[in-house]
């Protein structure tokens, strides 16, 4: 009971849970676990529908789901805040890993001009079907990462990354693993270092269950820190927003 009762460090600077969430984490995770993963298998085998707002979208097999984790949601919400980064009307914003194109769709209905992209061609197809079903502008591309994007022209990106480490055995699964050694953001991260981070707003989400630690390192090791934003809570988990900047000495 001690190790329960004592207050650990937390993760991403992020606020530390209560006594009674840390003792219905673990169980309530548990609970959940089963039927989340059966919603995750659906969703790589059907096509699922899912509302936000105003926005209806159509999750087709194969394309990262928003509805089960929450996340999409909490960081649209987030975006979309009075805390959050904004405004938006007016601003050029890059998508990056778009999925079913949420966060863009949500954003361009916001007054941004969204660019959105994926390595997933049926990421990029469904995005752009969500789009014209919505009434929505949204270009949507089908690129890695900043490749091939015109990162001048961008006041801000958006990037919800995979960040477990396991190596990927398929194109759904590089929506959740980063690869066993990082491989993800060791690719990402000189690319965001060549942007100024003075003009282009570097944005994304994580949990606090994944390896902080380990993330911090390849950031640093290319020059860069993690700072947090924001914060959201769903299922007793929190989720960061962070802003990706220059490190600084002693970061480094």
Known sequence: MARLLRRPETRWGLPRHGLLARLLRGPVRRAVSPWLQGRLARAGREVQHWRLGRLRLRIDPGVFPPGPTLSSAMFVRWLLSPDGPGPW?????LDMGCGSGVIGLALAQAGAQVLAS????????????????????????????????????????????????????????????CGQGFEYFHALFPQLAALDLGRTEVLMIV????????????????????QLRGAGQAWLEWNAFLRVVPATGDAR
């Open 89 to 93: 009307p007016g601003r050029r914003v």
């Open 118 to 177: 994926d390595i997933n061609p049926g990421a990029v197809a469904n995005a752009a079907a969500n789009a014209q079903a919505n009434g929505l502008q949204l270009t949507v591309v089908l690129a890695d990462m900043l490749a091939g994007i015109q990162t001048s022209a961008l006041d801000c990106v958006l990037i919800t990354p995979p960040y477990y480490p396991r190596t990927p055995r398929s194109m759904p699964e590089r929506a959740w693993f």
């Open 207 to 226: 949990s606090e269950d994944c390896d902080e630690e380990g993330i911090r390192h390849v950031a640093r090791t290319h020059g860069l820190d993690l």
